[in-house]
């Protein structure tokens, strides 16, 4: 019930554009404190716990897997500066709040503040897939909520312990000793296990299929082991170990990636939905006035001041420095470290104890809610977001491609325009077209070009298997469905012994659309035409209209989204859409262009 709950959010999250780390919670207070389908109680609660927190290493691994280097040198100083000065200071301000104003023991404040400083990739991530960010201030949240979700998480063991130990007679020096034991068991044996991994897979000692469930086991042994010797130093590990493996240029890495994305989704989905469905509701009745007043001031005055002053002279713009004082969801980490704490802290009868795991989950669901329907909002008014993957992404530039790069771009499509050769730019620079100047499927690609805001893709080079690679490159991160490549030629693409059908993109525009035949009808004159649908002239009006040899290259929607036309997506044009087709002109409108623009004939044989 529990999977089926998480992934059903997941996908309705999908449908209506919410942050998929709402309808989770939603769904798991529905089935468990609403309903009463999921039992709940200490045994429970001590029960998921393992599988909690062996879930939570995979969600940390699969996190340090996509931290890159490039990354931390464009946001390198703004991510010190979040994690080395701002986590202390949230930890500070985060228990002189508690204290003050929900009335907390200075040892139950102190471990309060702590957990607050997660900020993990369990409910980033999802927010950042769906928000549309730009890259820097993407990698600003995503290298801060990696990088303190386990140091958050070591932060309130310690500082659990100190008081623990000090009630035994001990104190700074078993605290110290812990925090420098924990470093050296998570770098030492996470960077030496990611290194030994790698090295591995780059001689071949894996083969591919075992490569990805290799790596798997050696996370949750990695995670054992440092858990071993010594308490909560796992999730460190875990980490260092994916941003070591992720930092090694490994062959098949993308790969590996992918099937991780995979199983940190549904991983995401059972866990938050099984922490929230096990609460006790008398832990939700708990909530008063002064812990709904604490739960604001973390929202509304901790977390803007810690930021604001931690990167105050860091070089980042301030509509930066506004979105981050503002997005801090908390997620499964603090959840299942306040799980632990709380009801230790009140064994050991700490005054305020028992409130730790109703403030905690609140603060987690205010900033979910909070910061999850806002992150989008906000970041289209600071000017740090797309509003929708608006953007055209066209790879080969050729004349057939600069012109249609015109058309989209006089009816207000962001396009791009990529392509190796500086030459066959030439003439999309001087129309004003946005290009991208190398190999598309390049590192240096991936770092520079913001694919969140690409809604299209079209593959128009004259490689055929290029165009086919291309969109198989793309289509994990813009969509199957949105990636499309100039068909092969007549029966190539349903020749079994062509290339697969799952390595290649959608068939743009028909079979009679292949790149020697589209740069021939251009030299000979077929032109690009625009016709907008209305009620009174819809889509019927306009086939009776056309020429039986034009052809449908794009459907653009009212909000100014591209959507290359496929005989393989059968979406009928509606009024309000605008169509642009390549045919032949009208005899007032007959085009004479250079014949030494024509392609080579193609020889028999």
């Known amino acids: 019930m529990v999977l089926v709950v998480g992934v059903g959010a997941q996908w309705l999250a999908w449908r209506v554009r919410l942050p998929a780390i709402i309808l989770l919670a939603a769904g798991g207070l529905l089935i468990g404190p609403v309903a ?25 691994f699969e996190g340090g897997l996509s931290l890159q280097r490039s990354e931390l040198r464009v946001a390198a100083r ?36 702590a957990i607050l400083v997660v900020t993990g990739p369990t409910v980033i991530m999802p927010l950042l897939r769906q928000a549309g960010l ?37 104190g700074w020096a078993a605290v110290i000793e812990g925090l420098a034991s924990a470093i050296a068991v998570a770098v030492g044996l996470g960077g030496l296990v990611g290194w030994l991994t790698g090295k591995g897979f780059q001689r071949g000692l894996v083969p591919e299929y075992l490569k990805s469930p290799v790596m798997l086991t050696l996370v949750l042994l990695v995670y054992a082991l440092s858990n071993l010797a010594q308490e909560e130093a796992g999730l460190l590990a875990v980490t260092v170990m994916g941003i070591v493996v992720g930092n090694m240029n ?51 005055l901790v977390r803007p001041a810690a ?77 740090l977001a797309s509003p929708t993957r608006d953007s055209a992404l066209i790879v080969g530039a050729s004349p057939w491609t600069v012109e249609l790069g015109r058309v989209l771009q006089d009816l207000e499509v962001k396009v791009l325009i990529a392509d190796n050769s500086w030459h066959k730019l030439r003439p999309a620079r001087l129309a004003g077209i946005k290009v991208f100047y190398g190999e598309i499927l390049s590192e240096f690609a991936d770092e520079s ?54 390595f290649k993109g959608q068939m743009a525009f028909g079979e009679e659309a292949e790149y020697e035949n589209l740069w021939r009808l251009y030299v000979d004159g077929w032109i690009f035409t625009r016709t907008r649908l209305t009620d009174s002239y819809g889509y019927s009006d306009f086939l009776g209209d056309a020429d039986s040899r034009t052809m449908q290259i794009v459907r653009i929607r009212p909000e100014s989204r591209a959507q290359f036309v496929s005989p393989q997506q059968e979406v009928e044009p509606e009024a309000g859409d605008v169509l642009v087709c390549f045919g032949p002109p009208r005899p007032e409108e007959v085009t004479v262009r250079p014949q030494g623009d024509r392609p080579a004939e193609a020889l028999p044989g």
Not at 43 to 54: I, K, S, T
Not at 339 to 353: C, E, K, T
Not at 457 to 471: I, M, P, S
């Open 36 to 60: 009463g389908w999921v039992p709940h109680g200490p045994e429970m609660a001590h029960a998921v716990e393992p599988a909690v927190a062996l879930c939570v290493a995979v969600i940390l």
């Open 449 to 502: 070009v913001e694919l969140g805001h690409v809604g299209a893709v079209l593959a128009a080079t004259d490689n055929d298997a290029y165009n086919a690679l291309v969109c198989t490159a793309l289509a994990p991160d813009i969509g199957r469905d949105r990636v499309f490549q100039l068909p092969m030629g007549p029966g190539e693409d349903d020749d079994p012994k062509g290339v697969a059908l799952g």
């Open 134 to 170: 730009n890259r820097r201030v993407s990698s600003y949240l995503k290298w801060e909520g990696i990088v303190n979700d386990p140091i958050g998480a070591l932060l309130a063991v310690l500082t659990f312990q100190f008081f623990i130990f000090a009630g035994e007679g001990q």
């Open 307 to 383: 930021v604001m002053l931690a990167t105050m002279g860091a070089g980042m713009e301030i509509r930066e420095r506004m979105l981050l004082s503002w997005i801090a969801p908390r997620g499964i980490v603090a959840a299942a470290t306040a799980g632990v704490m709380g009801p230790a802290l009140a064994q050991h009868d700490f005054a305020g104890a028992e409130s730790l795991l109703p403030l905690v989950f609140g603060v987690i669901f205010a900033t979910v809610v909070a910061h999850g329907l806002s992150i989008g909002w906000l970041g289209r008014k600071l000017g």
């Open 250 to 300: 490994l062959p098949g890495l993308q790969d590996m990636k992918r099937f991780k994305e995979y199983i940190t989704v549904m991983l995401v989905s059972v866990v938050f939905v099984l922490l929230t469905a096990t609460m006790d509701p008398d832990v939700v009745r708990a909530v008063n006035w002064s812990n709904i007043a604490l739960i604001a001031t973390i929202l509304f």
């Open 78 to 113: 703004g991510v010190r500066r979040l994690v080395y000065v701002g986590g202390p200071l949230a930890w500070l301000f985060g228990s002189l709040a508690a204290h003050q104003i929900a009335d907390l023991s200075w040892p139950v404040a102190l471990v309060f503040g």
